[in-house]
């Protein structure tokens, strides 16, 4: 006879094993040689197939239609919170001679990249001083653009100065996207070209997927996303050409998730990085709160600064687990092992790498 207790164990585990199918369901296996055509859930890792955009589209239900500067802006005046900007496909607007835009609360800035060959609008700055282009309320979502600054270069002008601070912040630096405020979203875009962060988050819930981070490569800063107090989870982008493609600064509250990324070989520093109190002077080895960095796959060069580095002591932990790192040029690979790529420096504790794999 099957007793009530029984059933209410028989219930529970039916109810855990259905979970831990759904959680799996659609999770990419990331192969060297389609590396570049892999998956994260139903769309492409980056929004791209070998460098060609390519995501499912839909039009959306829009509050206003734009194609050029004067319009968009109207639009960003106008729009009430949680309406919809759509922008063409096909358009290029320079924001060159623009301050610092305000996107109020829970309005979606959308376009169609990857939809029948698309690349999606273009959102640039040619300003070196633009810092960010755009500073976001609540909720903010961009969608399938292009969202461009104006230096792809280590160094200012391709001239490197005498100090290290003619060499950063010296010539002016730039951010694409910022918030202090919660609920970020940015799904299928991409970001080249922002000398200090293509993305910096202050606020918390922070959800950024299936976008292109590449040639932010400013000496000393060059960040694909920065994470400051904030809390992100960033899932199925492509990485490369950046100095830190993720990075934090390790200050109070500072965490982030990072799952079923691609990270490739030409970054110029390691690629994933958290600072800590020796870094902002402060007398501490705190380095942010927590960090989850878990089923990505780093491809490096030997000789590269490693895949991930944390600068101090997280107040609750750090995780590196079931990672890949493939070695690129693989002539004196075997002499090192994957812990080679993965460190904590300055102060150890709450730190754990395991179940990573190194090719």
Request: glycine share 10%; with cysteine.
């Amino acid at each position: 006879m099957i007793t009530q207790k029984r059933l209410k164990t028989c219930f529970f585990w039916c109810i855990f094993f259905f979970l831990l199918i759904s959680q799996s369901k659609g999770q990419p296996g990331f192969v060297s040689k389609s590396l570049l055509s892999s998956r994260y859930g139903d769309e492409y890792v980056g929004g791209m197939v070998n460098y060609k955009p390519s995501f499912s589209f839909k039009m959306p239900k829009y509050d206003y239609k734009v194609n050029n500067k004067n319009e968009f802006l109207q639009a960003l005046k106008s729009v009430k919170s949680y309406g919809t900007i759509y922008i063409e496909g096909d358009s290029e607007i320079d924001l060159s001679d623009q301050k610092t835009i305000n996107v109020r609360t829970g309005v979606k800035i959308i376009s169609n990249r990857g939809n029948k060959g698309s690349l999606g609008a273009r959102l640039y700055s040619n300003n070196p001083r633009i810092y960010p282009m755009f500073e976001c309320g609540s909720y903010v979502n961009f969608i399938g653009l292009r969202i461009d600054g104006t230096d792809e270069n280590v160094f200012f002008k391709n001239v490197e100065k005498k100090t290290f601070k003619e060499n950063t912040y010296g010539p002016g630096v730039t951010q694409g996207i910022r918030t202090h405020n919660d609920g970020l979203v940015v799904s299928n875009c991409e970001f080249s070209g922002w000398t200090h962060s293509a993305i910096m988050i202050k606020g918390k819930n922070a959800k950024i997927t299936h976008s292109y981070f590449h040639h932010n490569m400013r000496h000393g800063l060059g960040y694909g996303i920065t994470v400051d107090g904030g809390h992100a989870v960033i899932q199925g982008n492509l990485f490369d050409y950046n100095r830190h493609s993720i990075a934090s600064t390790g200050v109070k509250n500072s965490s982030y998730i990072v799952e079923y990324n691609i990270f490739l070989e030409n970054g110029t520093s390691h690629v994933v990085d958290v600072h800590g109190g020796r870094d902002r002077k402060d007398n501490t080895d705190i380095a942010g709160k927590s960090f989850v960095v878990q089923n990505n796959w780093f491809r490096l060069k030997e000789k590269s600064g490693g895949a991930f580095v944390i600068r101090g002591i997280p107040t609750d932990r750090a995780v590196f687990s079931n990672n890949t790192v493939e070695i690129f040029d693989k002539n004196t690979a075997s002499a090192r092992d994957v812990n080679s790529y993965v460190r904590q420096n300055n102060a150890k504790g709450n730190f754990v790498s395991k179940n990573n794999v190194l090719k």
